[in-house]
C-alpha cells in the first residue's frame, strides 16, 4: 500500500515513494538511472543515459511556448545513506520504509533522500504532465554529487540547449541560491635536509580548537592548528637554537584542523619552554572567542630521528608563518558572502620533504587564481612548489539574471514577500554546469529539507506543495 498517496501534489510524492523503492546510495545509481530510463521510453520523450548513470530527458514546449528559451531542471540522483545505530537494513539492497508524520516525511531509521529525491520527484512530474504549459523542458539528473559531484563532471552539456537551469538541490524555502565558489586542492611541497643537532627533544602540541568545515565554515575566525604551530616556532627560534624534526596536523583538507605537533631539538630547553608558555597565553587571548579550550603544550619526547639542518628549519617554519590561509576577501556585491578563502588542511612531514596541503576556494576565478600564483610564488623563493589538482569552476553571481528576476517576482506575488538571495562558499553542481555551458544563467531553490545526511532527515509537505506551485508559475512565465 502506498504511504504518500493521498498527499498533494499526488505526482510528486507518487514518484518520490517509486524512487524511495528503488535503492540509490551514491555509487549505487544504476537501477534509478535505468528507471528514469524507462520512465521517459514509456511516454516516447527524448532520453539520454551515459557511462556515470546520469539522465538527460526532454519535453518539448507546450503548445504557445514554441518560440520561448529552453530550460534545464536540474537534481541528483544519488542519496548518502546513513542509518540509525541500531537498524539493520541493507541500504545497497532494501528500498526505504517511508513514514508521514504530521506535516513531514521520513524514513524510518534511515535518510529519507529529499536530498536530492524531491529534484527527481518533481523533474518527473513535470514531464509527466500534459496538462502544464511550459517551454522546452530539459530535465538532467546527475549522479554521485554526494561523493565529488563526479557525475555533473562527466556530463555532456552538449546535448543540452538551455542556457538557463533551475537547480533543485537547496535546502531551504525562500532562499535562492545564485552563486558558489569555485576551488581546487594546492598541495606545498617543501623539499628538506637533515643533519644531527645536540639539543633537547620536545615535543610542541595545539589542541582543542573548534575546527568547522573549510568553505562553509571559514569566515567564523577559528584558529588553524597548522597555522598556530607556525607561529609558536617562530617564537621559539627567535629565543633559541632549535631544529624541526617534524610538523604535522589536520586530516582532511576540507576541514580545519583542530590539533598538530611538532617535535624539535632545542638547544636550550628552558627557553624553549618558556617561549611556547608565553606565546600559548597570547594565543588564548586572541583565539578567546572562537576557540575558548585551545590549549598548547610543550613536553619533552624520545629520541626521534635526524633534524632538519638549519637552513630546512628555517624554510619550513618560515613557510608555515607566511603561507596565506583563511579568509582573504569578502565579497561586496553579495554582503556576508566570503568571497575568497583557503585552508591549511593537512601538514605532513616525511624524511625528505614537508608537505602543506589548502583547499583553495573563490567565487571569483581569478582570485583563485591570484592564490594559486602566490602559494607558488611563495613555494619557490623558499625553494620548493606547489602544486593544483582537483579543479573546479565557480559559478559566478551575475548581476543581470534574467531567471532570477522571474523568478523573484513570481516569489513575490506567492508569499508576499522577497526571497533571500544567497550565495555559498563551498562547491555545488550549479558550478560545474556553467563550466560547461558558456552564460548559463542559473538559480538553485528547494523545499524544507531539515537535518539532511542524517536518519534524521525531514522533508516538508507544506513547503514541497508551495515550491512545486512556484515552480509551475516559473515555468508558465517562462515565455
Ligand atoms: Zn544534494
Redesign the pocket.
Known sequence: MSVLEELEPQAVFHFFEELSAIPHGSGNTKAASDWCVAFARERGLEVYQDQANNVIIIKEAAPGYEEADPIILQ??LD??CEKAADCTKDMAREGLDLMVDGDTIYAKNTTLGG??GV?VAMGLALLDDESLPHPRLEVVFTTE??VGMDGAAALDADLLQGRQMLNL?S?EEGIFTVSCAGGCMAACVLPVEREAFDGMALTVTVEGLTGGHSGTEIHKGQGNADMLLGRILWAMAQHTELRLISAAGGLKDNAIPVSAQATIVAADEKTARAAVSEMGEILQREYRATDPELTIRCGKCGTQGTPMDANSTRRTICMLNCLPNGVQAMSYELPGLVQTSLNLGILETEPTFVRASFCVRSSVASQKKMLQERLACLMEQLGGSAAISGEYPAWEYREDSPLRERMTKVFQEQYGRSPRIESIHAG??CGLFCGKIPGLDCVSIGPDLTE?HTPRERMHIASVQRVWRFILEVLKRSK
Request: glycine share 8%; aromatic share 0%.
Open positions: 537534481g541528483h542519496m548518502v536530498d536530492d529534484a554529487e554526494e538541490d535546502e555545488v553542481e539532511i
